[in-house]
């Protein structure tokens, strides 16, 4: 809508100074021949006119042909979509691999080879990271550590070019803060949770996911919850979908406030599994502070050494059509974590 309106205002300020001009050659305020050269007044009056007359006519014409141009040439733009992989890469134990070389990697969508467009080490990319607070009395116990931790988080990870989401998530889901630079009003947004409702974790997955999708650079979601959802409307597919859609890796991080399995919500905790490890990201357990502590460095240790590789897909596909995406190293005694594939969109 402002472009649409900034070439309105355009076409109307080209029509008043044609019209100023007219005026002003009418009250003799612009040198013409005298009057008793009507030949040449008139052909002057002409001139005005043929001047004119294209502004007169531009938004009906000329103006809609260059906007028709410009949004085919942003369809030529979109069309071509590079698809981008955030890749982690460890030993057997365990341990992270961040040596590697462009070289070194292997990429198949669909079961055929795909070449490598972009590479680089995830490092080097700004960060989008949402934070996604469990406020239900499920977990409110460990409400507190928790809010503390995230902080030393980010304030580990956080550089000027980084972005952070802080969602609240109860039976409604609030986004206290949009892709925020600022460390103090992010720590403020933080410590402002307080217990309430149920619990939307999916719903609040989606709309992360969906606030990510607009952004460029690392997409990351870290889930601090008990992994129980009560109150969303999306379903676990559909929050999947989205999640893969946006280029998203989720970490969960599944608080145990109860230690034996007989007591605790273990669909939920299978559900954090299952979207942390279709994503690429990670699941941890977090039974204690110093638990929670040492799951966070191990995500910021992953953020540090995690490879990202972009590649044209050789076959577009149907839109809404899922793309599975298999990526393999040199050494194949590494293990690989990447998100399973992405669905072709549908604009």
């Known amino acids: 809508m402002k472009r649409k309106d900034h070439r309105s205002r355009c076409a109307s300020a080209g029509l008043v100074k044609i019209l100023w001009v007219m005026s002003n050659a009418v009250q003799g305020h612009i040198s013409l021949p005298s009057r ?3 030949i040449l007044t008139l052909r002057v009056f002409c001139i005005i006119l043929a001047v004119g007359l294209p502004y007169l006519f531009a938004p009906a014409s000329s103006f809609a042909q260059n906007l028709s141009q410009k949004k085919d040439d942003y369809k030529l733009t979109v069309d071509v979509s590079l698809v981008g992989i955030l890749v982690t890469v460890t030993t057997e134990e365990g341990a992270l691999v961040a040596s590697l070389k462009q070289e070194d990697f292997q990429l198949f969508e669909n079961g055929k080879p795909q070449q490598i467009a972009l590479f680089g080490k995830e490092s080097d990319q700004p960060l989008r990271l949402c934070l996604l607070f469990d406020s239900s009395s499920s ?3 460990e409400a507190k550590t928790q809010q503390e931790a995230a902080i030393e988080f980010l304030q580990s990870i956080m550089r000027p070019v980084d972005r952070v989401s802080i969602f609240q998530v109860s039976d409604e889901v609030s986004e206290l803060v949009r892709l925020g630079t600022r460390l103090d009003k992010l720590m403020g947004a933080i410590r402002s949770i307080r217990p309430k409702g149920g619990t939307s974790l999916y719903d609040a997955i989606f709309l992360a996911s969906e606030t990510l999708s607009r952004a460029s650079g690392r997409k990351v979601i870290v889930v601090i919850s008990d992994g129980t959802d009560t109150t969303s409307q999306i379903q676990l597919k559909d929050c999947l979908k989205m999640a893969q859609s946006s280029e998203a890796v989720i970490y969960a991080l599944v ?5 034996s399995e007989p007591g605790r919500n273990l669909g939920g905790e299978h ?3 299952y979207l942390a490890e279709k994503t690429g990201g990670k699941f941890f357990k977090v039974s204690s502070p110093e638990s929670l502590l040492a799951s966070y460095a191990g995500i910021s240790d992953e953020l540090r050494t995690q490879y990202y590789i972009g590649y044209y897909p050789s076959e577009r596909g149907e839109k809404g059509e899922f793309h599975q995406i298999k990526i393999q190293v040199s050494n194949p005694l590494y293990r690989v ?6 669905y072709t969109p549908f604009k």
């Open 337 to 342: 974590r990447a998100r399973e594939g992405y």
């Open 271 to 273: 559900a954090m599994f």
């Open 139 to 141: 977990v409110v116990t």
């Open 255 to 259: 608080v145990q406030p109860i230690k």
């Open 36 to 38: 008793d050269s009507p």
